[in-house]
């Protein structure tokens, strides 16, 4: 991964994980696409109004991140939380750095575990988000000849259940800076 990372950012390219403040949240809404995050809007409001206050966590939402292949790789590169529904837009994660943590978020009975290999590769740290009442990996088998409808739907994760997990998530990230060793810890 670091030799994509650093043939892609160049003098961009950051070796390890951020050791910095404030911690950058990356909100990705697929805004007028199938998989739409109906409420990412009012969770970035909550987060920022319950975290943003003090300057230690910056949260930012982008919509349909697009342009070229050095401006994704920055805007993923620079975030050390990321939450996203499940897409395309999750190629980008061969550009995170060790201890992101990603939250990928899928509709109800659907659950194409593939982008957790780049956010492990990377030495991140993956979570899913599926619906309370789902059995993600039994539905999508069972429901296969339904895949397409199943993904096109909005995603409905209450940004009460982000704002929850978010503590977590925060330590999660402390956690993995603090312990990380990279190529010095082999």
């Known amino acids: 991964m670091e030799i994509l990372q650093r043939a892609v950012l160049t003098t961009e390219f950051h070796h390890g994980p951020s050791n910095t403040l404030p911690i950058r949240v990356l909100i990705i809404d697929r805004a007028k696409k199938s998989r739409h995050w109906l409420y990412a809007a009012e969770t970035e409001t909550q987060l920022k109004a319950i975290w943003g206050n003090d300057g230690e966590v910056i949260v930012k939402i982008v919509s349909n991140p697009g ?19 499940h897409g395309a837009q999750l190629t980008n994660l061969a550009f995170i750095r060790p201890c992101t943590v990603v939250v990928e978020i899928f509709p109800y009975a659907y659950y194409m575990g593939f982008f957790q ?35 096109s739907v909005g995603l409905q994760a209450s940004p009460a259940s982000v704002v929850h997990a978010f503590p977590r998530l925060l ?8 312990n990380w060793k990279g190529e010095e810890g082999l």
């Open 117 to 151: 290999t780049l956010v492990l590769a990377a030495e991140g740290i993956a979570f899913d988000a599926n619906p309370f009442d789902s059995s993600p990996r039994v539905d999508t088998q069972r429901n296969s000849n339904e895949k397409h409808m199943r993904r």
């Open 67 to 85: 342009g070229t292949l050095l401006k994704q790789a920055r805007l993923f590169h620079s975030a050390d939380i990321i939450i996203s529904s």
């Open 171 to 178: 330590l999660e990230l402390m956690t993995c800076r603090r």
